[in-house]
């Protein structure tokens, strides 16, 4: 495909994968953990330096032109497309001083785009991986997430936190990545369900979710709040044994979300001593407690997910939530490998039932991070 577009071959291909988030939702731009895992459905990009300045991209899953964008007047705002993505990561590069060019990109993926999977995380790291290759700028995974975060949050105007791009950048084959939101630091927690006769299965609810609506930055903002509110830096510094002060002080439509938030990383912290135990079937209601804790009261869940989680439940999953941002998306399922069929066909039974679209069903297991392939 790049040859038939460009008229020449790549000087390599790159990969990146979307991922899900095991546990620890809403608590990365709370300084706070998460236990990401990659998925095996990723985003490639194709890569060949240009002399001109001049950035052009082609996506095989649009079909749309070669946008071609001019490095000297990337600014935010004024790419407002799916373009915005890895434009951005260039954006962010040449704003961190780094001394790049242009270059020719061909860009096909995997990853279900407005699923909750971070499709946009893979396309933003599968670039910044490619550029840091291609113009020798030799930097490590985590700041390359952190640059692709950048790009998303200053060119593509999405508050996000990191975690989705540091999942995508430094998530390793058959780990969890256990993230500290605020000392910067990762480390791989071995997680191979399949090995204990379990898997994971993941169910999109065709909700497509948009975090730049308005909502995810809301709840940010609200976090951030209560915080400054608490005299905190951020929520990660409330313990539970502080929440009967935080009820006393705060707004009351700000509790539910400090409620969560330290609830959530707590169960970061059980769910990593499980797995570290080898107890993965443990891991099952830890997923349950935390999809209760998003419903009730950080209040992102919708029908549709409720409806997976309960009717998964009901015929013997271990364990299932939403993942990701919320207001639909994905959710994610951990079941016993003899039990994955019926839940299977109790989901799509169940929201044929109730009038909703189709849903995605799929099994997966933790892959590997970015890394370039050719
Ligand atoms: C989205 C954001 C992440 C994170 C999650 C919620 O995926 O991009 O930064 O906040 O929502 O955990």
């Given at each position: 495909?790049?040859?038939?577009?460009?008229?020449?071959?790549?000087?390599?291909?790159?990969?990146?994968?979307?991922?899900?988030?095991?546990?620890?939702?809403?608590?990365d731009y709370n300084d706070g953990f998460a236990l990401p895992i990659a998925i095996p459905q990723h985003t490639l990009v194709a890569a060949r330096r240009r002399q001109d300045g001049r950035l052009r991209l082609h996506s095989a899953q649009g079909d749309g032109p070669v946008a071609d964008l001019d490095l000297a007047r990337l600014t935010p705002g004024v790419v407002t497309t799916w373009a915005a993505y890895p434009a951005g990561v260039v954006w962010a590069l040449l704003e961190a001083g780094h001394r790049i060019g242009g270059a020719d990109?061909?860009?096909?993926?995997?990853?279900?785009?407005?699923?909750?999977?971070?499709?946009?995380?893979?396309?933003?790291?599968?670039?910044?991986?490619?550029?840091?290759?291609?113009?020798?700028?030799g930097l490590s995974p985590p700041a390359l997430a952190l640059l692709a975060q950048?790009?998303?949050?200053?060119?593509?105007?999405?508050?996000?936190?990191?975690?989705?791009?540091?999942?995508?950048?430094?998530?390793?084959?058959g780990a969890a990545l256990h993230l500290d939101l605020r000392a910067g630091a990762h480390e791989q927690v071995?997680?191979?369900?399949?090995t204990q006769g379990m898997s994971l299965l993941v169910v999109d609810t065709r909700v497509k979710h948009d975090l730049g609506d308005g909502a995810y930055a809301a709840l940010r903002s609200g976090c951030e709040q209560a915080?400054?509110?608490?005299?905190?830096?951020?929520l990660r510094d409330l313990t539970p044994a502080d929440l009967p002060r935080a009820v006393k002080t705060l707004p009351a439509h700000l509790v539910p979300l400090v409620r969560h938030v330290v609830t959530e990383n707590g169960r970061v912290a059980k769910a990593v001593s499980h797995l570290r135990a080898g107890h993965v079937a443990a891991l099952g209601p830890i997923l349950t407690e935390g999809h209760a804790s998003l419903r009730d009261d950080f209040r992102i869940s919708c029908a549709e997910s409720d409806l997976v989680v309960d009717t998964a439940l009901a015929h013997g999953a271990l364990g299932a939530r939403m993942t990701g941002g919320g207001f639909g998306g994905s959710v994610v399922v951990l079941a016993e490998e003899g039990r994955v069929e019926a839940v299977r066909l109790a989901v799509t039974t169940?929201?044929?039932?109730?009038?909703?679209?189709?849903?995605?069903?799929?099994?997966?297991?933790?892959?590997?991070?970015a890394r370039r392939i050719m």
């Open positions: 495909m790049f040859r038939r577009i460009y008229g020449t071959y790549p000087e390599g291909i790159w990969a990146a994968p979307g991922r899900v988030n095991l546990i620890g939702e809403h608590t990109l061909h860009i096909d993926s995997t990853v279900p785009t407005g699923a909750g999977l971070s499709s946009s995380a893979a396309l933003e790291c599968a670039v910044a991986f490619a550029y840091n290759d291609l113009y020798g700028l950048r790009a998303e949050n200053g060119f593509a105007g999405v508050p996000c936190g990191a975690m989705d791009q540091l999942a995508s950048a430094c998530c390793t084959d071995p997680f191979a369900p399949q915080a400054r509110e608490l005299g905190l830096t951020a169940a929201f044929r039932a109730a009038g909703y679209q189709e849903p995605g069903l799929f099994p997966v297991s933790p892959a590997a991070g």
